[in-house]
């Protein structure tokens, strides 16, 4: 089955940077366009960023654009997100996707 596992989070203090991997199993990861949302206590969540399936076209939200950088190898079956500069709005738990199948998402905390 279609599993998504996040990893890679933790607690930053602002201006710092943090890399979070999702390991895709149950399908043929480079068929599919993947996705970072994150939800922040108290917020809806929300799209982060997307990469198409062959990592040629990528779009960010307005508020990480610059920030973070996303990206994937399809050898091995990997989504990364690459946050830098981050701050303490970026707090939030962070998850990857594809389509309709969510990861359990992993806890990014900013603060000092």
Do not use: H
Not at 18 to 39: D, E, I, K, V
């Amino acid at each position: 089955q279609v599993q998504l596992v996040e990893s890679g989070g933790g607690l930053v203090q602002p201006g710092g940077s943090l890399t979070l991997s999702c390991s895709a199993s149950g399908f043929t990861f480079g068929n599919y366009r993947m996705s970072w949302y994150r939800q922040s206590p108290g917020k809806e969540r929300a799209f982060v960023a997307v990469i198409s399936a062959d990592s040629r076209e990528t779009n960010y939200a307005g508020d990480v654009k610059g920030r973070f950088i996303i990206s994937r190898d399809n050898s091995k079956d990997m989504l990364y997100l690459q946050m830098t500069n981050l701050r303490p709005e970026d707090t939030a738990v962070y998850y990857c996707r594809r389509g309709e199948r969510w990861g359990q998402g992993i806890l990014v905390t900013v603060t000092s």
